[in-house]
């Protein structure tokens, strides 16, 4: 593997167990919503591995709500079957659920996504040629909501809502050629 966009959580576990790769930088803030069956849930489910969701429900819901940590593919099902009365979860995997969507901004941005590249690799044309590319498809598919949208809906099979992103306080981050190196 040269280069990977993943959770901040992973990126930091392998950090922990594998030499020569580092965080170039952050590509995604905001990513989860809340998807609730009540406006007052008593049973919250989040990702497990994924801390800094304890502190966005904890946030939203008070200090008396009660966390069930699970794998991300059993959330849905949970709040399906009523095992929970909520779930933080990745827009992209919450957007089709039923119940009542919201952010989970509550204190400003968290980051959610970063990439992490192999160092070796950074030094090369490859990296760069990445970069550039990276950055212009952002910029475009920022600029035009209506290619925004035909991919969103390629990639997930659902129309995305009025407002966009911008609904849901997600931002994708182009990502800075000359970015130091972030730990």
């Known amino acids: 593997m040269d280069m ?5 959580e992973a990126a930091k576990e392998y950090l922990e167990n594998t030499e020569g790769f580092e965080v170039i930088s952050e590509c995604t803030m905001n990513s989860d919503i809340f998807v609730m069956n009540t406006q007052s849930p008593k049973v ?25 940590s699970m794998m991300v593919g059993a959330l ?5 079957k009523g095992e929970v009365d909520a779930i933080i979860i990745d827009f992209i995997k919450g957007v ?14 968290y980051t959610t996504y970063v990439l992490l590249s192999n160092t070796e690799f950074k030094k090369t044309r490859q990296f760069k040629k990445f970069i550039k590319i990276y950055n212009e498809s952002l910029e475009e598919l920022m600029e035009e909501e209506n ?12 129309d995305l809502e009025e407002g966009g992103l911008e609904k849901w306080k997600i931002k994708l981050l182009s990502i800075k050629e000359d970015q130091d190196t972030q730990k």
């Open 44 to 68: 919250v489910g989040m990702t497990q591995d994924r801390d800094y969701q304890i502190d966005l429900i904890r946030k939203r819901f008070g200090e008396d709500v009660e966390i069930v």
């Open 147 to 158: 290619l925004l949208k035909q991919h969103f809906y390629n990639y997930t099979k659902t």
């Open 4 to 8: 990977a966009i993943i959770c901040k």
């Open 76 to 80: 849905p099902y949970a709040l399906e």
């Open 96 to 109: 089709h659920l039923n119940g009542t969507k919201e952010d989970t901004v509550v204190d400003g941005d």
